[in-house]
């Protein structure tokens, strides 16, 4: 399936107020979240990484003791396309707000 090209700068700050917890510009869409202990968020990793297999599409991931911090960027369209947004609102459905 042919993957889905970069948004344009308005495309990504319209779609970025249906996102608040996330941030960013072309270069990615970025969240942290602090989870109550460092195997929650080990285990919210995991759970993030099921969809990313499911979606073929991959965060980048950094995680610091309890907080992690996730950049969507689809780096093959060279910045943020529709399947960040789609990640980005999976990811949101599965951590704490
Ligand atoms: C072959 C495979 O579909 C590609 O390498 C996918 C995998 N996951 C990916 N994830 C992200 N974030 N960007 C990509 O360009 C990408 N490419």
Excluded: Q
């Amino acid at each position: 399936m042919p993957r889905p090209p970069r948004l344009s700068p308005d495309e990504l700050a319209a779609a970025l107020h249906g996102l608040p917890l996330w941030a960013g510009n072309g270069d990615g869409i970025r969240r942290t979240v602090e989870l109550p202990t460092f195997r929650d968020a080990v285990a919210a990793i995991v759970a993030i990484a099921d969809v990313a297999e499911e979606m073929d599409h991959h965060p980048d991931v950094d995680l610091r003791y309890r907080k992690l911090h996730l950049t969507l960027v689809s780096h093959s369209a060279g910045g943020v396309s529709e399947l960040d947004l789609e990640l980005a609102r999976r990811i949101d459905a599965l951590l704490p707000g």
